[in-house]
């Protein structure tokens, strides 16, 4: 086993590493090319071609039915694994999301049911899509909507996760990932208003997508294993930036039992898993450690997480996992602020073991130069004996 | 009277889902006020707040309060409109242009205009040129512009220098709110406040027009 898999393993198994171990989440193709130094594809400047568009829009919804999509999605998981090792991170969320599918140059869909506008990033890439509305409002729209390219999804995230884990396994804990948890996926495929209702007057419905969705995931957690992934992060936005959505009872009572069953299959398969959830999520960190979690990712400062106050109210329950600011530090802070802040959140959490280091989150904002710094500011500051156990 | 309107205000704030509307029908065609009813609502909706600041109600019992309302509204707005009820003032809603998250701007939509405010709400991915021709035509007080990506948060600044260029920044007031807003963002892009949700927002556009 690497230094860095023990590192990361032993944060998760809440022990004191060599160092506080560090995460990655980069999603954006332009960090990306840039650290790997790689041309990016010319994509994005089509679009202000409008030949270019019209002739786009007619390859686009053609690109469906081929495998075009599946291996631009290949592409960008193995390019975005190989950029965290370059880096020298210790391990990464690694997201193989073969999903999208295009309307056209403007307007795509994935196969879970979610419409989405096509984003440009300004530097000749494809952005992140973004969400714009559910597709499936009722069960007679959830029992007609074709579910086979879903099926597929364990078998393609075998492939994709087994070449990932065979070139770069050794030099990183690699976190296998689904593409959005049980409560994003089922609020999103119908839109958040729908599903308030639903979830009140259509509890069965909504109870059968998450059955679905659990079988699902427990199958690509099998499919994970077997390519050999150590961990998953399994991403499931709950809270938004003063608190969880929905009533944590009715978190309970909709996936408790779901989420248990994901975890003990993890764990039963030899991986850790990890949730991450955007937002404020005070009210749910026991909850999350009730389910068996081993860590817990986001922690976000802007949505007033105080790492110091979530070490000390589950620090010795769950490992805990980011809190690196992505609107300021990470976008356009100085050299200064990085390291104040990466001490700080070192400080706060990284006595005794159980903090893995990491972004809260990703965007085409982020500055890999500040990246860059706050992968020193670790080595500065994040070997153990820390700072503070000499004061 | 006062006990038929109470059971309006209590459905509303126990988020009784079908008994909002029956009741309303029931009410106007028992010769209740559409505007006694609509305040019962109102009533309602501050309660709902209330228990949500307490953290006994969560985002997605606001959006079913807001459902409610919007239902009410549809039954109520003939009558209303009738009788000519005054607004508190008028707020141009939007989401900033490149972002198309809307959950939070529509939400505080529905609680403004439960409040009494006369609200435009100019949907999604909106350009500054639109903030401002809104502004200028509906002689709006308030502006509210709602953001969650982290990357558009210039469009926010983009706003404020069309309206200083037009010459309306001394008339409105900006409100930002979304999951990347800060009080530090907020001092850097000139706007006057910023909420964390959607009941800070209905207190920060009612302390400006009060």
Known sequence: MSVRHERVLAALELKEPDRVPTMDLMLEYANIYEILGKRPLPLGFLYSNPYAVRVMDWVFPRLNQSFGVDYSMNAFTYDRTAASVKMGYDSAWVIHVPIYRFFDTKRAYDIYGRAYDVTLDGKGNLGTPMYREGLISNPDDWRAWDKRDILRMPEKNNRAYRRVQRDFGDRLFIFGSFSGGLFEITWQCMGFQRYSVAVRKERKFVESMIRFYTDLYCLMLEAMADAGLPGVLYTDDLAYRSGPMFNPRTYEELFGDSYRRITETAHALGMKIAIHSCGNVYQLLEWFCDCGFDGVHALEPTAGMELARVKELVGKRICLMGNIDVTHVLVDATREEVFAAVRQSIMDAGKGGGYILAPTNSHGGMSVQRLRWMLEAVEKHGRYLLEEDFN | ?210
């Open chain 2, 1 to 210: 009277m006062e006990e038929y309107l109470e059971k309006v205000k209590e459905a509303v704030a126990n988020l009784e889902l079908d008994e909002v509307t029956p009741l309303l029908k029931e009410g106007l065609e028992a010769g209740i006020g559409a505007v006694d009813l609509l305040g019962a609502m109102s009533q309602g909706m501050v309660k709902v707040g209330e228990l949500f600041e307490k953290e006994e109600y969560f985002l997605a019992d606001l959006v079913l309060a807001g459902e409610m309302m919007k239902e009410g509204l549809k039954v109520l707005e003939p009558h209303l409109t009738e009788t000519g009820v005054e607004k508190k003032g008028t707020v141009v809603l939007c989401t900033v242009k490149g972002d198309i998250h809307d959950i939070g701007k529509n939400l505080v939509g529905t609680m403004l205009t439960s409040s009494g405010f006369k609200v435009v709400d100019l949907g999604v991915d909106v350009s500054e040129d639109k903030v401002v021709e809104a502004v200028r035509s509906h002689s709006a007080g308030a502006v509210g512009l709602s953001v969650l990506l982290t990357t558009m948060v210039n469009s926010i600044g983009d706003v404020v220098s069309a309206l200083k260029s037009a010459g309306l920044r001394d008339q409105v007031k900006i409100a930002i709110g979304g999951a990347c807003t800060t009080q530090e963002l907020a001092d850097r892009m000139g706007v006057d406040a910023v909420g964390k949700d959607a009941v800070e927002a209905v207190r920060i556009f009612s302390s400006w027009f009060n």
